[in-house]
């Protein structure tokens, strides 16, 4: 290999690594923050878009997925289908999703995603207990003990989510 394709190569390698670094701190970052897995999940009580109240202490026994989420986050809108469809499949076996927004949702949203499972609106204190959310998604799958299982700085992939689902609800986790 010549000199110049040698250089040219340790700079690909050089630029790679200043794009990933960041990324991979963040993500490192995040797996050690407050809350970790297995601590017992920050209780909330939120209000869904149509003003009924969620408190997640009521979910106790259950596997619960608090995901948060913005309406305009492409990141977020894809993921959603796959969280619709695990709830759809396992909500008679004890699970559940919680959708917390970041943002005003429009009133019309949850019917265009064909969401049907709850979605409140964040406040100060769910963001700042749940780790100051701020990049989102941002997803924390929580066992029928209340504490973490899992958490998941961007897309929850439909089928690592469903298979964490499955050996939650089956105690495995």
């Not at 999940?41 to 106790?60: I, Q, R």
């Not at 265009?112 to 964040?122: C, K």
């Not at 973490?148 to 089956?170: F, H, P, Q, R, W």
Request: proline share 6%; aromatic share 12%.
């Amino acid at each position: 290999m010549k000199t110049k394709e040698k250089m040219l190569w340790i700079a690909v390698f050089l630029a790679a690594g200043a794009y990933l670094l960041p990324i991979a701190q963040t993500r490192f970052a995040f797996a050690r923050s407050s809350p970790t897995t297995h601590a017992t999940a920050p209780d909330f009580f939120l209000k869904t878009l149509a003003g009924k109240n969620v408190h997640l202490s009521e979910y106790k026994g259950k596997v619960v997925l608090v995901n948060f989420f913005a309406s305009w986050c492409p990141p977020c809108r894809m993921e959603i289908p796959g969280f619709e469809k695990a709830y759809t499949s396992y909500r008679n076996r004890g699970f559940a999703v919680i959708g917390i927004a970041l943002d005003e949702v429009p009133p019309s949203f949850a019917r265009e995603m064909g969401i049907t499972y709850p979605l409140v609106a964040a406040d100060d204190r769910v963001i700042s207990d749940y780790g100051n959310v701020s990049s989102i998604p941002v997803s924390f799958l929580i066992g029928k003990d209340g504490k973490i299982i899992k958490k998941v700085m961007g897309v929850y992939s439909e089928t690592g989510m469903k298979n964490d689902v499955e050996d939650a609800l089956k105690g495995r986790s």
